[in-house]
């Protein structure tokens, strides 16, 4: 079994549902004779996030190149970005790193393909949301990709990064974010919604959603567990 590395703390509850789910699910799958070995290098949250607000891509695609050369350093065989926020300087990080880095966009792209969709929402952070990092491969293979309106989407993105990226979890917010879904499923006759970041799975998944819920990081997971296996 190959040894995954993790660029974890963005933020820290998403990496805690990775190192679970990745021991889980491998454990799961080989009836209790295994699970992965894994190495997080974890970043400065607010430090990572401070490029992002200021979009200075170069300073993120730099330290970010830091903790991937770490993990290498760890002889991590499967490596992977555990926020989609960061996957906007996916394909600097790519190009300069000798081992494949598995994407969420790619992956999370196979799997809407493969459902046959051909109308998906996405919900993510605003800069998910408003940049292209996470529809252009669904773009390239023919699946429209819609966003809410600007109200909606401020309205997400507050709730991801004041209570979901802390691990406050609130019956109110669930409202919010399904009134969200109807309203692009009214409107623009999505056929199923992304989860694009990975603390809506959180609070977001298939027993709630009105449309079907693709759960990135459930997603991303079971892609590396493939790789890895």
Not at 28 to 41: D, L, Y
Not at 47 to 71: F, H, I, P, Q
């Amino acid at each position: 079994m190959k040894k995954i590395g993790l660029v974890g703390g963005t933020g820290p509850e998403s990496t805690v549902m990775y190192y679970k789910k990745l021991n889980e699910e491998m454990d799961r799958i080989t009836g209790g004779k295994a699970m992965p070995e894994i190495v997080i290098e974890s970043v400065d949250f607010r430090k990572m996030w401070g490029y992002v607000e200021d979009s200075n891509t170069d300073l993120l695609a730099s330290y970010l190149k830091e903790k991937l050369d770490n993990l290498a350093k760890c002889d991590a065989e499967v490596i992977a970005l555990t926020a989609i926020t960061c996957h906007v300087v996916y394909d600097e990080l790519a190009a300069g790193f000798d081992k494949p880095i598995v994407s969420i966009p790619k992956a999370v792209c196979e799997e809407v393909v493969s459902k046959g969709i051909k109308k998906v929402g996405l919900l993510g952070t605003a800069f998910t949301m408003e940049r292209d990092y996470m529809k252009k491969d669904l773009i390239n293979a023919g699946v429209e990709v819609f966003v809410p309106n600007k109200e909606d989407r401020e309205t997400v993105a507050a709730r991801i990064y004041e209570e979901l990226e802390i691990g406050i979890i609130k019956e109110s917010t669930l409202k919010e974010l399904t009134d969200i879904i109807n309203r692009m499923k009214e409107e623009y006759g999505i056929e199923g919604i992304i989860l694009g970041c990975t603390e809506l799975p959180l609070i977001l998944n298939s027993g709630n959603c009105p449309v079907e819920c693709f759960d990135a990081v459930d997603i991303h997971i079971r892609k590396l567990i493939g790789l890895a296996g």
